[in-house]
């Protein structure tokens, strides 16, 4: 395989291809019929999907770094450049991308019954944003694209939302554009300090990395950034705007959503809030408040979603809830942790992304998201209710499925340095049953009392092709979850140790080579963060 | 060819661009009351000329511009040899005559329908233009407060009787008055400051006023209450809060392609102006204006972003908008570098662009007149007109600075400037209140897109004649260039400001 994509060039241009092949489409979406844009849509991100599968064959194992790497001078004046690559880190994320936005449009034939050229050429223009976010190696390059996934988003939601769609969509810009705004105070202090110390203006990645910062400048940049970031996840209490976006957005735009927009929050966390600013992203402090706020939203979260009667503001509240989990794995500073973070937030984007469909398409036979009005609907449509149950139990973390490896591997690694706060967030998991599995029973099971009900149709094969690579990727990742774990493996750990590297425990830790009990003693529980890491090391 | 200023003949060579432009100021004025322009040709007093008679006008005055614009581009081949003088021919002023002769250009291809329907003087419409036009550029060239000065008064009183212009409209007149009796208290302010830096430096010259400032000869007391009355007379033309007062009446009642026309270029011109005087001649001073623009610019940011943000007519919501903007283009002269003073340039240019743009499809909601201004009646406009639809949710992205626009490269240059000068509580200022701009051009973006119109006809009448869509067209490409592309431009921009300085002895780009 990796002989063929070396043959053609692969890694030369395929994330070139990544950004501006949807763009193609969306040019091709709108020259093409009304009615031929959905098949344009889908068929064009699906070449795009294909060609994103070869990543994963020519992704080099073993190394940390960034991969398939290319710079066009872009603004030289400012010292921007347009400058891609991926590593372990983003891999998944552009391929979650890719995936999620082809089965979205799938999902949304039916669905979109309107001004269909200007939706699909909308999700494409998103899709070429967010693969954007995922593979750009420049902090400037990266802001445009972040804030430019906005855009299309804020029309998604508000042009083919439900009733109070301009509200959230409205909603949804301004906390998000908040939070980058401020964002971009840091981005430009810290190219000022680049340009100060380094000698030249760049918003490189890997010039930025260099910049001797203060633990001050750290704290400050931190949370500028940490506060964009953190209303992407979004990190209670800076949640509110997710249950509105997500009850109003159409499907697809759910999907997307949930899918891949939050992971641009838990993303940035791992590319630029640790590597830039270590000292800051281990000041004991910074760790306890974002480890606690994680905690309050997986309890909090998971509390409010089990007396919601709207299922899908229920799916909603719960995405808060697993990206809680994502932000404690991150924050626990631990190899377990960033790397069950990372797989949480791949099991997140498919088995959220799956429930949304799957409630989309129960939307399009009854016109209604109560809980109440189902019931007993398993009889009259059982590949609906196998796909459902598969989903929901992917996403409750049951053993066997991608929610569990993530779950588990983010609380262990959490549990080596906050054991009191892992216990509290595991309760969650088991809310997460509790919210979820009444929902299934009263939607599935229970009597099929209700005559609407009896009239359902179960699964046509577009809606198994779209649920079946979903439930399968679920258990897939459930079963055989180290061909993911390997490959991100060493970017985590070089995140990681550049978080050591920086760390004022970093001359107790040469210390403890030399006499172990005494540091121990000394050691506040903080610091303990990194001993058992180190020592398995 | 070498300029000396010693000899008088070379004066006429330095203002060929300023020159041209008042003769065919002159020549378009003659041409509207003689012939077939004429109004009542046809026997009735009352009949307008018709659509071809005002664009020929209109064309004439746009050849007038080309042919400025002709002789700006080949005074970038001259040299200046000795003393210095009282007009520069520097890149600075080269740059920002291209704003102003940019800004009239797409204020006069707007105007055509609006001028024909208003039934307006095409003659006087567009010659007084071109005359204020000059003005600008006079402004921009002054090495010396008095032509400064003088500049600031051809394009003043050219621009009072602009927005007066509809005399049909009771809005038009009174907004007319209102400017001009503001405008004339502000001139005042800046005269007698003018006056009293010339009491205190023995100069009108601004380089001449820099040496005698960093030489240590002025005298404190002052030059202080010179420099804070032109403050005060210079914030009036800009519109900095709180001297905004005239704003958003002479705006609103102002024929639209007029409000167009000053939003951008009588800002721009007073914007060059404070940059060469205060950047160069008061450089020595800039402890002592440095906190006075520091607050105009924040308290202009904050407010002006806050009244925006109930505005339901869009004319309105627009000058408040232009005021916002003036704030931010503060922020860079309180910076006080040479990244700042190109990032006003740039920022400047693409304004313009997005602002008439702007402007232009508000006119054609506005049936070419002054009608349906609401934001109301923008209801389903997307969806019933998807070209300007989308045009202006271009034009409204850029002007709320957002990627892929010129607007957010604007932005980032002036912020750049601050950063540079370490403005960091005004560049937070900057980005929270941007965050409130988005949310009243963000609605005039849904009330387009995600609302049905009021009647199913809402959108039937709105006129975009062939020079409107040249003028959109243009507009739209120089923004996503900008947007996309605008290295170039910045290195433009960058040496357009390397000789600003030169002649002043300035400390230009060491200001703290």
């Given at each position: 395989?990796?002989?063929?994509?070396?043959?053609?060039?692969?890694?030369?241009?395929?994330?070139?291809?990544?950004?501006?092949?949807?763009?193609?489409?969306?040019?091709?979406?709108?020259?093409?019929?009304?009615?031929?844009?959905?098949?344009?849509?889908?068929?064009?991100?699906?070449?795009?999907?294909?060609?994103?599968?070869?990543?994963?064959?020519?992704?080099?194992?073993?190394?940390?770094?960034?991969?398939?790497?290319?710079?066009?001078?872009?603004?030289?004046?400012?010292?921007?450049?347009?400058?891609?690559?991926?590593?372990?880190?983003?891999?998944?994320?552009?391929?979650?991308?890719?995936?999620?936005?082809?089965?979205?449009?799938?999902?949304?034939?039916?669905?979109?019954?309107?001004?269909?050229?200007?939706?699909?050429?909308?999700?494409?223009?998103?899709?070429?944003?967010?693969?954007?976010?995922?593979?750009?190696?420049?902090?400037?390059?990266?802001?445009?694209?972040?804030?430019?996934?906005?855009?299309?988003?804020?029309?998604?939601?508000?042009?083919?939302?439900?009733?109070?769609?301009?509200?959230?969509?409205?909603?949804?810009?301004?906390?998000?554009?908040?939070?980058?705004?401020?964002?971009?105070?840091?981005?430009?202090?810290?190219?000022?300090?680049?340009?100060?110390?380094?000698?030249?203006?760049?918003?490189?990645?890997?010039?930025?990395?260099?910049?001797?910062?203060?633990?001050?400048?750290?704290?400050?940049?931190?949370?500028?950034?940490?506060?964009?970031?953190?209303?992407?996840?979004?990190?209670?209490?800076?949640?509110?705007?997710?249950?509105?976006?997500?009850?109003?957005?159409?499907?697809?735009?759910?999907?997307?959503?949930?899918?891949?927009?939050?992971?641009?929050?838990?993303?940035?966390?791992?590319?630029?809030?640790?590597?830039?600013?270590?000292?800051?992203?281990?000041?004991?402090?910074?760790?306890?408040?974002?480890m606690i706020l994680a905690v309050i939203g997986i309890i909090y979260t998971a509390w409010v979603a089990a007396v919601q009667p709207d299922a899908k503001k229920l799916v909603a509240y719960t995405s808060v809830a697993h990206m809680g989990f994502v932000v404690l794995g991150v924050f626990a500073l631990t190899v377990n942790g960033l790397q069950g973070g990372l797989v949480v937030m791949i099991s997140h984007g498919i088995s959220t992304g799956a429930l949304f469909l799957l409630l989309g398409m129960m939307y399009e036979r009854r016109h209604t998201r109560e809980i109440a009005a189902f019931g007993g609907i398993s009889r009259v449509a059982p590949i609906l209710a196998t796909a459902f149950m598969i989903t929901a139990l992917a996403s409750i973390g049951v053993p066997g499925t991608s929610g569990f490896v993530g779950e588990f591997l983010a609380l262990l690694g959490a549990f080596e340095t906050h054991p009191t706060l892992t216990i509290i967030a595991a309760t969650g998991v088991i809310f997460a049953a509790y919210y979820m599995l009444p929902m299934v029973q009263k939607v599935f099971f229970n009597k099929l009392d209700k005559p609407e009900n009896v009239e359902i149709q179960d699964l046509n094969g577009r809606e198994i092709a779209i649920m079946a690579p979903l439930c399968a990727l679920m258990l897939i990742i459930g079963w055989f979850p180290t061909p993911i774990l390997e490959r991100m493996e060493p970017s985590v750990r070089d995140v990681l140790a550049r978080v050591e590297a920086a760390a004022p425990a970093a001359p107790t830790a040469q210390a403890s080579d030399l006499d172990g009990t005494v540091t121990i003693a000394t050691k506040t529980d903080d610091e303990d963060a990194d001993s058992p890491a180190v020592v398995e090391d | 060819m070498e300029l000396d200023f010693s000899r008088q003949l070379h004066y006429v060579w330095a203002l060929l661009p300023e020159i041209v432009l008042c003769c065919f100021g002159m020549l378009v004025l003659v041409a509207g009351v003689s012939g077939r322009h004429r109004p009542g040709r046809s026997g009735e007093p009352s009949a307008a000329p018709s659509f071809g008679a005002i664009s020929e006008l209109g064309w004439l005055a746009l050849v007038g511009l080309l042919i400025a614009g002709f002789f700006n581009g080949w005074l970038y081949s001259v040299t200046e040899v000795g003393s210095a003088s009282l007009v520069a021919v520097d890149d600075f002023r080269l740059f920002a005559n291209w704003i102003f002769l940019i800004a009239a250009a797409l204020s006069i291809l707007i105007s055509f329908s609006y001028v024909y329907r208003q039934r307006l003087q095409a003659g006087e419409f567009y010659g007084l233009i071109l005359l204020s036009t000059a003005g600008m550029m006079f402004m921009a060239g002054a090495r010396d407060l008095v032509v400064m000065f003088l500049g600031l008064e051809v394009m003043s009183i050219s621009v009072y009787a602009l927005t007066a212009f509809n005399r049909r409209d009771r809005r038009s007149a009174e907004a007319g008055l209102k400017y001009f009796l503001l405008g004339a208290f502000a001139t005042g302010f800046l005269l007698y400051g003018i006056a009293l830096v010339y009491g205190a430096t023995g100069s009108t010259n601004i380089g001449a006023i820099g040496e005698a400032i960093s030489g240590g000869s002025a005298t404190g007391g002052m030059l202080a209450l010179g420099i804070g009355l032109m403050v005060v007379g210079f914030a009036f033309k800009v519109s900095a809060v709180p001297f905004h007062m005239w704003t958003p009446d002479v705006y609103e009642g102002a024929p639209a392609p007029v409000t167009a026309f000053m939003s951008v270029a009588v800002k721009a011109a007073a914007f060059i102006a404070l940059v060469r005087v205060f950047l160069v001649g008061f450089d020595g001073a800039y402890e002592t204006w440095y906190p006075l623009f520091w607050w105009l610019a924040a308290i202009t940011m904050v407010t002006a972003n806050l009244i925006a943000l109930v505005q339901s007519n869009v004319k309105r919501m627009l000058a408040y908008s232009s005021i916002a903007h003036a704030g931010y283009l503060l922020v860079a002269l309180t910076a006080a570098n040479s990244v700042a003073v190109a990032g006003i340039l740039f920022y400047l240019l693409v304004y313009t662009v997005m602002n008439v743009g702007a402007f232009a499809i508000v006119i054609s909601v506005a049936h070419q007149g002054e009608e349906r201004l609401q934001i109301e009646d923008y209801a389903g406009f997307g969806w019933s007109q998807p070209m300007l639809g989308v045009f202006l949710t271009i034009f409204l992205l850029s002007l709320a600075g957002f990627p892929g626009t010129g607007g957010f490269m604007g932005k980032i240059y002036l912020l750049q400037g601050a950063a540079d000068a370490e403005l960091w509580v005004l560049m937070t200022i900057l980005v929270l209140t941007t965050l409130a701009s988005y949310w009243y051009y963000l609605r005039v973006a849904w009330f387009m897109w995600m609302k049905d119109p009021v009647r199913a006809d809402q959108h039937g009448l709105v006129i975009s004649p062939l020079p409107m869509r040249a003028a959109l067209f243009a507009s739209v490409a120089v923004i996503i260039y900008l947007g996309l592309f605008p290295g170039a431009m910045l290195d433009f921009a960058q040496a357009s400001v390397q000789g600003l300085g030169a002649l002043g002895g300035s400390l230009l780009g060491m200001a703290p």
């Open positions: 395989m990796s002989v063929l994509l070396d043959s053609i060039g692969y890694s030369g241009w395929i994330l070139h291809a990544l950004i501006w092949l949807p763009i193609l489409a969306v040019g091709l979406v709108l020259w093409g019929s009304e009615a031929s844009a959905k098949h344009i849509a889908f068929w064009s991100s699906m070449v795009i999907f294909i060609l994103s599968l070869g990543l994963w064959w020519a992704f080099e194992l073993g190394w940390g770094g960034m991969q398939m790497e290319s710079s066009v001078p872009w603004i030289p004046a400012w010292g921007v450049n347009y400058s891609l690559g991926v590593d372990g880190i983003s891999l998944f994320m552009v391929l979650l991308t890719t995936f999620t936005t082809s089965l979205a449009i799938l999902g949304s034939f039916n669905y979109i019954k309107k001004r269909e050229r200007a939706f699909y050429a909308l999700m494409l223009l998103l899709e070429a944003g967010v693969v954007g976010v995922f593979v750009a190696t420049d902090l400037f390059l990266f802001y445009v694209f972040f804030e430019l996934t906005l855009v299309p988003m804020y029309f998604i939601v508000g042009i083919w939302g439900g009733e109070r769609r301009i509200y959230a969509a409205i909603k949804f810009f301004l906390f998000t554009a908040f939070g980058s705004l401020l964002m971009l105070v840091g981005v430009l202090y810290l190219f000022y300090q680049a340009k100060t110390l380094l000698g030249f203006p760049t918003f490189a990645y890997s010039d930025l990395l260099q910049v001797p910062l203060t633990g001050e400048e750290q704290l400050w940049l931190f949370a500028a950034f940490a506060l964009a970031f953190s209303v992407k996840v979004p990190l209670f209490p800076l949640h509110t705007w997710l249950p509105d976006a997500h009850v109003e957005a159409p499907t697809p735009g759910s999907v997307v959503l949930a899918a891949v927009l939050l992971k641009m929050g838990t993303y940035g966390f791992l590319r630029f809030l640790l590597p830039l600013f270590p000292l800051a992203a281990q000041h004991p402090t910074v760790v306890a408040t974002m | -």
